[in-house]
């Protein structure tokens, strides 16, 4: 039975939600640069930011707010018409908050390189419809 037209979509694996793994795709046009042609760095940060969240997230099964952003890496510049690929997930759970690394890997779309262009950590918070924090279920020790 072919799925076009179908409301089915492909469901993530099994450990998604324990990792909270998560990947979003973004081309990176000129309005997305700086003045060397670029990804400007703030952009890249909120890009960040967001995978970040949803990593959060998908880990705690609710809403969840930062709380720092860790040193983050620029290794290389990403020009404008490249593919890039953030990847977030929660390398430690404790009480109510978790540690998510991120990573933005950069593809020329003409010479198929693959690189890995920023990286960096963010501590995010389990929080309640009042904003405060709430616990998680931690990682197994």
Do not use: C, W
């Not at 930062?66 to 759970?93: C, N, S, Y």
């Not at 690394?101 to 003409?110: M, P, Q, T």
């Amino acid at each position: 039975m072919s799925s076009r037209g179908s409301n089915q979509h492909p469901q993530p694996p099994a450990d998604a939600s324990a990792s909270g793994e998560t990947r979003l795709l973004e081309v990176v046009f000129p309005e997305h640069s700086n003045h060397y042609g670029t990804l400007f760095a703030g952009n890249a940060l909120s890009l960040m930011a967001k995978a970040a969240y949803i990593a959060g997230a998908r880990r705690a099964g609710r809403n969840v707010v930062m709380a720092t952003a860790e040193k983050v890496d620029f290794l290389q510049p990403v020009k404008v018409g490249e593919l890039i690929e953030i990847v977030a997930h929660v390398v430690r759970a404790g009480t109510s908050s978790m540690t998510v690394a991120v990573e933005i890997n950069r593809e020329n779309l003409a010479s198929k390189e693959h690189r890995t262009a920023m990286r960096g950590q963010f501590e995010m918070v389990a929080v309640n419809e009042q904003g405060r924090p709430v616990r998680i279920e931690p990682d197994e020790s």
